[in-house]
């Protein structure tokens, strides 16, 4: 019992400090990701476009000289200053404001997108590292067992219990495990530049990357109400209300305008009467109002939002249709894999045991070489086939994960 426990600590212990490198290289990788800096450059532009949504029209200011000055009963006038500040329809600034906060959300899901991707390609790249090492070391544990029947051969060899023919023979498939393991290595080489790349740091890093794990006893449990609320669908819920914001905005531009002005006009003193406004300056408030008459141009684009928003909502429909189509993929994919890996054991298992009787054979100086290189090679294919559905189980998780969580 206390082995167990030490056993199940060790097990418990090993998976976190997994699953804490893991989150601590994409933790990594998002901070040094050209692609989502950018992406948070263009959401910080899209909230400065809210404090530009808040100007108004430009304030006109004219001034004006009378070349010829006009006269008139109080004096002549000599020049005109004028100032004027149109002003858009109430809740026309608000609407633009809510518009421009709308896109700027829009924008701000393709950054948690970007990090969801780039987080499920560390993962799959991790595990695929994982797997090539836990190959290169079943690789090594089965060379160092040919190399120990190599001698169990030479020593029958001398004592007339096997021919120098098995002796070759094993030598031939140690040549070919070596071989095996170098292919291997130049594995390992590529992924690791592919993983360094990730994460935007130099392809020649040494990664430390733990060997995989068997597959847990019990799969995670999913969430499939997950998938809606995926960011590649919540996206388009931000989208089609930029759009709603954006017509809100048009009805309001399709609005008149107010003007408030003031024109102000310097008149020269008489001094061949006496009045008694004589000189006076004139003074003159002033109100307008721009109304858009033909409006075309309104009405044209609040049917492009209307067509906008249905092409939003069939691609929102077709994403989900296709996001769903890969979930279900990757749990039957993860069954699958779980299912190979249990019958990889038991084949596993029988075939050490198959292993075990040809060597108590060799004590009654029967032992057969070929069979022994039979069994050896089922072996090697049972535990790489393993180790590719143990693989296969953690990267469909991922998908899994990428879709739902």
Known sequence: MKHLIVIICLVFVSTVVKAQQLESYIQEAELNNLEIQSFILRHSISKEKIEEGNAIPNTQISAGYFVSEPETRTGAQRARFSIKQMLPWFGTITARENYSSAIAEAEYTDIVIVKRKLALAISQSYYELSAIHSKHRILNENILLLQTYEKLALTSVEVGKASAVDVLRLQIKLNELEQHKKVHAQGIDAEQTTFNSLLNRKYDIDIGVPLLKEIPSEDPIINEDGLKLNPELLKYDKLYESVHQSELLNQKESAPQIGFGLDYIP?????????????????????????????????????????????????????????????????SERNTARIKNETQIENLKRAKNAEEILIKSYETGTVNFNDILDILELQLKFQLNQIENIKQYYIQTAIINYLTN
Request: aromatic share 4%; hydrophobic share 35%; charged share 35%.
């Open 267 to 331: 008149v020269s003193e008489r001094r061949d009467i006496s009045l008694s406004d004589n000189g006076k300056d004139i003074i003159m408030p002033q109100i307008s109002l721009s109304i858009p008459i033909f409006n075309k141009k309104y009405k044209s684009k609040s049917l492009q939002n209307e067509l906008r928003q249905k092409e939003i909502k069939a691609q929102k429909d077709e994403r989900f249709h296709r996001l769903a189509s890969l979930l279900a993929k990757a749990v």
